[in-house]
């Protein structure tokens, strides 16, 4: 089990930028991590992950070219770049860490999310 902790949502117009953090409480060496999201009325969805080594990335279709992944080990961080930003990417964001890299569900441990609102 994992502790992750996200930062950096917030209000932001269409156009804008973002960068989301996740704090693991353990060593990210040993997970694939990633994001999903979640907007009001909507399944969760996939949005990127990373392998363990950060030499394997993953994409949803909706945010390839404007949303990149990246990771410190020695901070036991994950990143989410969000350029370019729509309204439609409004939605709740959740860190995700598991053994396994997926491009998608399941991810083992998660965290409690954190809003991004993109006005338009």
């Known amino acids: 089990q994992v502790q992750l902790v996200e930062s950096g949502g917030g209000l932001v117009q269409a156009g804008g930028s973002l960068r989301l953090s996740c704090v693991a409480s353990?060593?990210?060496?040993?997970?694939?991590m990633g994001w999903f999201r979640q907007a009001p009325g909507q399944e969760r969805e996939f949005v990127a992950s990373?392998?363990?080594?950060?030499?394997?990335?993953y994409y949803a279709d909706s945010v390839k070219g404007r949303f990149s992944i990246s990771r410190d080990n020695t901070k036991n961080t994950v990143y989410l770049q969000m350029n370019s930003l729509k309204p439609e990417d409004t939605a709740v964001y959740y860190c995700?860490?598991?053994?396994?890299?997926?491009?998608?569900?399941?991810?083992?441990?998660w965290g409690q999310g954190t809003q991004v609102t993109v006005s338009s």
């Open positions: 990373i392998s363990r080594s950060g030499s394997t990335l």
């Open positions: 995700v860490a598991d053994p396994i890299l997926r491009a998608g569900a399941p991810y083992e441990n």
């Open positions: 353990g060593r990210t060496s040993r997970y694939a």
